[in-house]
């Protein structure tokens, strides 16, 4: 039984003619692609250079099979900028296309050829002569179909036949020899469409040359084609206990020349804050509550069309990042369980693994400077939970002004990643995340807005007649920096092994900090690969700083880790 002429063709074959692919042949199963986009934006099948090949529109137009026509295809142009021309003519929609037609995007833009592979009987082109500078009708010439030779096969060319003024017997005699020449000819091209394929090793089919790996992307390129897909926020949250709603303070003593923040050493030798209930020490002018608070600016990057962003944890939820204490609180006083002070030099270092999240909640008693034997003075409130919430939580897009309201949405339990959703009326292009493994020096590209570079401000005058003012807003800039992943940390899930970065990537980068937390880390292919979230400096000024891998970003979208919110 033969095979279907439709079932043959196996690849979806593009030529590229000029622009930045010039002299490059693309090709595509053709079971696995009944479209064929083409256009700058890196979601393309067939993808055009940002810079090089600038007249092509992110999302230009596509090739599809008609779905009313077997082996027949449709060209269409989705809106571009400069239009799509097949053969010379500007395609307006949607046009038929056939194989070894000529696609131009835009008037002087890059131009390819569609074909297949092979191509099928009576596909060929009919191209018309011309003789002497005369245009002369387009008429198929007396020849057999080309055949797209086969391995181990070799094109049929046929002589021309050239017409003579007198025939006479010669004549006809060559016409004849010509005529059995066609039609054996003929023949053999239908022997050679008809017969067994060539066999390849263990008797199978000769497979097709597999498809060219697409070129690495330049730094210039991953930037440009994922500017529009990475956020700056803004952020600034209040801790609080969850049974009544109420904020939590750092308890201070009031003192002969200020105050001292108060902290407690428990049982198992750990140094944490006093955190008391602003209710608790409302009337009590022995001392006074400050509140746990933190906030800042960071960068993500949008994973979902429906407004989903990755960010760090310590970015969108920073109650569950170790606690960055306000000045003013060292040196602090140290008490113990009983209220004894113990000491009053109280130092970051003390509490420098604190994770506000994580503290404990006490009720507050009258004496501090002496304790009774025996007798705890200073209690914990058991059972009392303590989480924190977000104040102000704003996303804002490259060279914009505008700010977007965004809430929590999940955080990690295993690593520094959170997602926070905006709250956007229009579907948005995400990143895409990478499922293949890192290498050890492997080249990637790191994208946010680090707080060390300038800020841009413009100044926008509002159209509300209630409100006639005009104020500088900033407008964040991203920024890239390339950089290579210098070194890989993984740690398994094993009580006795450890290492300080956990699982991490290190980078060789230095360039980025505070405000680039969250921010992607992209490899060649324009692919996150993990999530820039800390640096390390020693004595000397050497700084290192670390990516988390992008697997955990991705079990936190599946839902197989995190705490909802």
Do not use: C
Not at 336 to 345: A, P
Not at 399 to 417: F, N, P
Not at 446 to 464: H, I, Q
């Amino acid at each position: 039984m033969e095979t279907p002429v439709h079932e043959q063709i196996r690849q979806l074959v593009i030529r590229h003619q000029t622009g930045s692919k010039a002299r490059q042949i693309e090709y595509f199963q053709f079971a696995d692609h009944p479209t064929l986009t083409f256009g700058r934006a890196t979601t393309n099948h067939v993808r055009f250079d940002p810079q090089l090949d600038n007249v092509v529109s992110r999302e230009h137009g596509w090739i599809e099979k008609d779905p009313n026509q077997a082996l027949s295809f449709l060209l269409k142009d989705n809106q571009s900028s400069n239009g799509t021309y097949l053969n010379g003519k500007r395609v307006k929609d949607t046009v038929a296309i056939n194989p070894g037609d000529r696609v131009r995007l835009g008037k002087e833009g890059p131009e390819f050829i569609f074909d297949l592979d092979p191509r099928p009987m009576g596909e060929t082109r009919i191209v018309p002569v011309r003789r002497n500078g005369s245009p002369r009708a387009e008429v198929p010439p007396v020849m057999p179909t080309a055949v797209a030779p086969e391995a181990g096969s070799q094109p049929v060319l046929l002589p021309e036949v050239k017409p003579v003024s007198r025939p006479g017997k010669a004549v006809w005699w060559a016409a004849a020899v010509g005529g059995l020449l066609i039609l054996g000819a003929l023949a053999f091209a239908n022997w050679l469409q008809s017969g067994p394929e060539p066999q390849g090793p263990g008797g199978g089919p000769v497979s097709p040359p597999p498809p060219a790996p697409p070129a690495p992307l330049t730094n210039a390129e991953i930037a440009a084609a994922n500017r529009d897909k990475v956020v700056y926020i803004e952020n600034n949250w209040q801790l609080f206990e969850i049974e009544s709603g109420e904020d939590v303070y750092h308890l201070h003593l009031r003192r002969p020349g200020g105050t001292h923040a108060l902290f407690l050493r428990l049982s198992d030798g750990k140094v944490v804050p006093y955190l008391v209930l602003r209710s608790a020490i409302t009337n009590n002018p022995a001392v006074e509550g400050r509140p746990i608070i933190g906030g800042g600016t960071g960068t993500g990057f949008v994973v979902g069309a429906d407004g989903l962003v990755m960010t760090n944890a310590h970015v969108a939820a920073g109650w569950h990042a170790r606690y960055n204490f306000p000045p003013g609180t060292f040196p602090g006083l140290l008490l113990d369980e009983y209220g004894n002070r113990l000491r009053d030099d109280v130092g970051p270092a003390d509490v420098a693994d604190w994770v506000p999240a994580r503290g404990r909640l006490f009720a507050v008693e009258a004496r501090f400077s002496q304790g009774i034997s025996g007798t705890k003075l200073i209690r914990v409130l058991v059972g009392r939970e303590l989480d924190g919430r977000n104040k102000v939580l704003r996303v804002t897009f490259a060279g914009q002004t505008q700010r977007s309201e965004a809430q929590l949405a999940r955080v990690s339990e295993k690593h520094d990643v959170a997602t926070i959703r905006m709250n956007v009326g229009s579907d948005l292009e995400p990143v895409t995340l990478s499922k293949e493994p890192v290498r050890q020096g492997q080249s990637v590209v790191v994208m946010g807005y680090p707080a060390v570079s300038p800020d841009e401000y413009v100044l926008v005058r509002t159209k509300n007649v209630f409100n006639r003012s005009a104020e500088y807003v900033k407008k964040p800039n991203s920024s890239a920096n390339p950089a290579a992943i210098s070194r890989i940390f993984d740690e398994p899930d094993d009580l006795f092994f450890f290492n300080t970065m956990g699982s991490s990537y290190e980078l060789s980068v230095n360039t980025t900090g505070a405000g680039n937390s969250g921010g992607p880390v992209f490899n060649e292919k324009g692919e996150v690969v993990g999530i820039f979230y800390a640096g390390r400096q020693d004595g000397s000024g050497t700084r290192n700083t670390y990516a988390v891998p992008i697997k955990y970003g991705q079990e936190l979208m599946q839902g197989q880790s995190g705490i909802g919110n």
